[in-house]
């Protein structure tokens, strides 16, 4: 569920949710900012799995959670 393979393609995969997220992801924005953005998309495909993506982000280092705020690493 997180790579590709030749059962998941790459949007339903973690990864390509991430990048979904991460290009939602302006300067900064809050979490619910953001899952309101993000909810309608067909990959998203519920709060499970925009959390998901959002740990995901997390974890390799894309994304930090400051004062209440998502910003993007750069």
């Known amino acids: ?3 590709p393979n030749k059962h998941i393609n790459i949007q339903n995969s973690l990864l390509g949710v ?3 997220l991460l290009n939602l992801i302006s300067e900064t924005t809050t ?3 953001l899952w309101n953005r993000a909810k309608s998309l067909p990959n998203i495909n519920g ?3 925009y959390t998901l993506g959002l740990d995901f982000l997390f ?3 894309l994304v930090k959670f400051e004062d209440g705020l998502l910003k993007k690493v750069k």
């Open 47 to 49: 709060f499970d799995r």
């Open 1 to 3: 569920m997180i790579l």
């Open 18 to 20: 991430g990048g979904t």
């Open 31 to 33: 979490v619910s900012l």
């Open 59 to 61: 974890v390799v280092g």
